[in-house]
């Protein structure tokens, strides 16, 4: 499985990033997680193959998870960023519908400048 995110970039605080995440080899629950520098990885956001989807409460409201299962592709809209939303978010994929992530792409990073 591959999985190749985009997206990332500087933006200006209360702007607007959309990332992308193409997987291939199949269809699985693909999720959204981030980094910042001298933190532990944070969960943000999953989308399941029935189209449900989880946004971490510390999130919700501004970001907003998608995907295009045809195009076997998940989207991470975020609006109104923050400084500290500044992170490597990276993509992650697991089959089945709980339990850890076997599949992660390579991040990309988003930078919110104030």
């Known amino acids: 499985v591959q999985l190749q995110a985009s997206g990332g970039g500087l933006v200006q605080a209360g702007g607007s990033l959309r990332l992308s995440c193409a997987a291939s080899?199949?269809?699985?629950?693909m999720g959204w997680f981030r980094q910042a520098p001298g933190k532990e990885r944070e969960f943000v956001a999953t989308?399941?193959?029935?189209?449900?989807?989880y946004v971490a409460d510390a999130m919700k409201g501004r970001f907003t998870i998608s995907r295009d299962s045809a195009k076997s592709t998940v989207y991470l809209q975020m609006n109104s960023l923050k400084v500290e939303d500044t992170a490597v978010y990276y993509c992650?994929?697991?089959?089945?519908?709980?339990?850890?992530?076997?599949?992660w792409g390579q991040g990309t990073l988003v930078t919110v400048s104030s």
């Open positions: 080899g199949g269809t699985y629950t």
């Open positions: 992650a994929a697991r089959r089945g519908n709980s339990g850890s992530y076997q599949y």
């Open positions: 989308a399941w193959t029935s189209g449900n989807t």
